[in-house]
């Protein structure tokens, strides 16, 4: 970040009691000071303890906010804040000195202060308890979550799996939606270097109490386990014991166990840093729950606060552990499993040294990829992202610049209209037509004479009737894709109150300048842009066997072409599959109501039926924005069109580390590189095929192509040669 970012944060979380959201807290504005960020905490109850909040007071760029001790909210602070008094409390605080961001956590929070539209674009949501399964996603919650969504700037997730979730039930999280995993510090002490576990063994347990935590069962380990001939004790640190309705007596039961169950040694709660300390000393973590939390998609802060101290730890099988972890994992407590399955995992721990090494690999290794460091550089990433900095060529000016957006169908200009509006010193406004030739003439006379800068998209009427209206002394900028050189409008428009026409590939630009005859020096090239970022997510199992095509209509798209890509590969393995993200082609009245155009598509449907090759191998998934969900199952992006201007299709393909392969379609060999060209299906499918059957050969081919796409296409990339557009900065 090249300016001050001011941040505020809070959420519905206690700093007086050690549990997973209070250190969600700590860490969160410990990660924003080491990224720079200026940033205001601001605590839900009155303090009763500083063991949470003295550390971070003395951080650079922070400053703690304490509402009932500085008189900020009504009442004797006996109570937390409820949402409706924290929203209006952030809004006060916000009206005094003006946030870049808020970063809240909370369902019922969130809901409150996007309900109240204070920070409506500046909300940064961290979401944790919402839904987490079809079952639980109603109609009710997706409104609120698509709600929630729309109103925040990024959504913030745990996992890729909660991610994933998001987007598949939630539409207007996609793009939206980053990682955000929870991060742990490292000790500031020197960790004891232990050859063989204490004797007796111990055991560590650090946070709440509460029954779906297996707290009270947990404390029954050191007398399960005499009974299997293995000496152990327990130790737990933490202050805050649930008290559950659902479990009445959970809380007597609990504070009775802490106190007095045989071989369990309480510490109480205790600062971050002395409870590390406690742990340390230790020879085997505690992060075994109740099944019914194997379902989650979050990850448990436990292993990596345990892994930070070289501690292997005892936990459920989730696929977010697996993913954390690896499958193989040793220590993993059978799903359905209790006190006793639990001990084994113990005994396990104490009996094979090579068990217990091996897991307290995989915690540190974890823990390295999880620390206060690393978070750091996440939140500097999204924050540089969201908050760019202004172009050399507008600062110093007397007011900001003025920058007109016009057009029939903005959808690929999306991402890019966030940066235009978050850089300094620009101001940005739309003037959206209702159809490719239907506008509001008064509303486009008044952008054309408010805007320094007008960008025109798609070389159609709009761009004829701005090019006709430009006011002197403002500059036209109009892009072309690829339909509008088949029409007459490139030769409508007056090319000399056009300062830059923009392509997306040098064939374009060629046939733009032979279609119409402009000057070489009116026309550039800016390819479409490609959000790495998004993109880029691990792969789902079975990626490398199976093909993707996004977009299937209208048929010059050539899905039949996929087809025999496919045959030719089911041929001699029948794990080969064909995935379809598009809108059915009856979708498309300009499509369908040609009758070419459904030959060939009734042609190709009754080919899927009678072919026994590709009998099962089709699937087609809904059109829709969760591409970068959809491409993690996906190994490879076929480009089989007869024409295209660009095809984003490949590059998103690619930022997923699927493997592109186009057929030679005019220009593509000067957009993507020519190994991945093919010149038949046939030669495609053997490419492919080779590509799998070489060890390594699939990963290492996405990799490059993840790489490539990176340093051609990437959103960052694309976004400077725009602002240099719009500024007329080395353009």
């Known amino acids: 970040m090249t300016r001050t970012i001011k941040a505020l ?9 050690i549990d997973g959201s209070a250190v969600w807290a700590q860490s969160t504005v410990q990660a924003l000071s080491l990224a720079g960020c200026e940033t205001r905490l601001v605590l839900k109850s009155p303090v009763r303890t500083g063991r949470l909040v003295d550390p971070l007071a003395g951080l650079p760029g922070v400053t703690v906010v304490r509402p009932y001790e500085e008189r900020l909210v009504a009442g004797q602070g006996t109570h937390p804040l409820s949402p409706a008094q924290a929203s209006q409390l952030l809004a006060r605080l916000d009206g005094d000195e003006p946030c870049d961001l808020l970063v809240l956590r909370g369902r019922r929070l969130v809901t409150r202060v996007v309900a109240d539209g204070a920070f409506d674009g500046r909300i940064w ?8 399964s079809a079952t639980e996603m109603t109609e009710e919650a997706r409104e609120e979550l698509g ?30 939606a980053v990682l955000c995993p929870p991060s742990v510090p490292e000790p500031v002490f020197p960790v004891p270097e232990q050859d063989r576990p204490h004797e007796p063994l111990r055991l560590v347990y650090t946070g709440k109490f509460a029954p779906r935590w297996n707290t009270l069962p947990m404390t029954q380990l050191p007398e399960v386990l005499a009974e299997q001939g293995v000496r152990a004790e327990l130790h737990t640190v933490g202050d805050k014991i649930h008290d559950d309705p659902a479990h009445p007596d959970f809380k007597e039961a609990m504070t009775q166990a802490l106190r007095g169950a045989p071989g369990v040694h309480h510490h109480g709660g205790q600062p971050r840093e002395q409870a590390m300390r ?9 992060g075994w729950r109740d099944p019914v939390l194997d379902a989650s998609l979050e990850l448990s802060t436990k292993v990596l606060e345990f892994g930070a101290l070289g501690l292997p730890v005892v936990l459920n099988r989730t696929p977010a552990h697996e993913a954390l972890l690896g499958a193989d994992y040793p220590l993993y407590v059978p799903g359905r499993a209790g006190l006793t399955e639990a001990a084994e995992a113990v005994a396990r721990a104490a009996g094979e040294p090579e068990a217990r090494r091996l897991a307290a690999d995989r915690c540190r290794e974890a823990a390295r990829r999880h620390t206060l460091d690393s978070a750091a550089v996440r939140w500097r990433g999204h924050l540089d992202r969201a908050f760019p900095s202004a172009p050399a060529s507008v600062t110093g000016r007397s007011r900001p610049l003025r920058v007109g957006v016009a057009g029939h169908d903005l959808k690929f200009l999306t991402r890019l209209l966030d940066h235009f509006r978050a850089l300094p010193g620009v101001d940005v406004r739309l003037d959206t037509w209702s159809a490719l030739a239907r506008h509001d003439p008064v509303a486009g006379r008044e952008l054309a004479d408010w805007a320094d800068v007008v960008v025109v998209e798609w070389c159609g009427p709009a761009a004829v009737w701005y090019s006709r209206h430009k006011r002197r002394g403002s500059r036209l900028v109009v892009r072309l894709h690829r339909f509008e050189l088949d029409a007459e409008w490139p030769r409508q428009v007056d090319i000399d109150a056009v300062d830059q026409v923009v392509c997306v590939s040098p064939y374009y630009k060629r046939r733009a300048l032979d279609v119409t005859g402009w000057p070489d020096a009116k026309v550039t090239v800016v390819p479409n842009w490609v959000d790495t970022g998004q993109l880029d997510r691990p792969k789902a199992p079975g990626a490398r066997f199976r093909l993707g095509m996004i977009g299937i209509a209208p048929s010059r798209k050539r899905l039949d072409l996929g087809l025999d890509v496919l045959e030719k590969l089911r041929a001699h393995d029948r794990r080969w599959q064909l995935s379809v993200k598009s809108k059915p082609p009856w979708e498309y009245w300009w499509v369908w ?16 039926q ?3 090759l590709l009998e099962g191998a089709v699937v087609f998934d809904e059109f829709g924005p969760d591409v970068a969900n959809w491409l993690r199952r996906i190994g490879h992006v076929l480009s089989t069109s007869d024409d295209e201007s660009f095809h984003l299709a490949p590059a998103e393909g690619m930022a997923s580390g699927a493997v592109p392969a186009l057929l030679p379609w005019p220009g593509a060999d000067e957009i993507y590189d020519r190994r991945w060209i093919h010149e038949t299906p046939e030669a495609m499918a053997e490419a492919i095929a080779s590509l799998v059957d070489t060890e390594g050969g699939w990963e290492a081919a996405g990799a490059v192509a993840r790489e490539q796409v990176r340093e051609g296409f990437a959103l960052e990339r694309v976004a400077a040669a725009w602002t240099g557009l719009l500024t007329s900065d080395g353009m």
């Open 278 to 286: 406690i742990a340390a000393e230790c020879d085997l973590g505690l």
């Open 147 to 176: 709600r929630i969504a729309v109103a925040s700037r990024q959504l913030l997730c745990q996992t890729e799996e909660l991610r994933c979730f998001l987007e598949s039930w939630v539409p207007e999280a996609c793009g939206r």
């Open 9 to 17: 944060v809070y959420g519905d979380v206690d700093l007086n009691l």
């Open 593 to 608: 109501n040609k009758p070419e155009e459904r030959e060939h598509y009734d042609a190709i449907l009754r080919r899927m």
């Open 125 to 132: 949501a961290y979401l944790t308890d919402i839904p987490q």
């Open 610 to 612: 009678n072919s026994p």
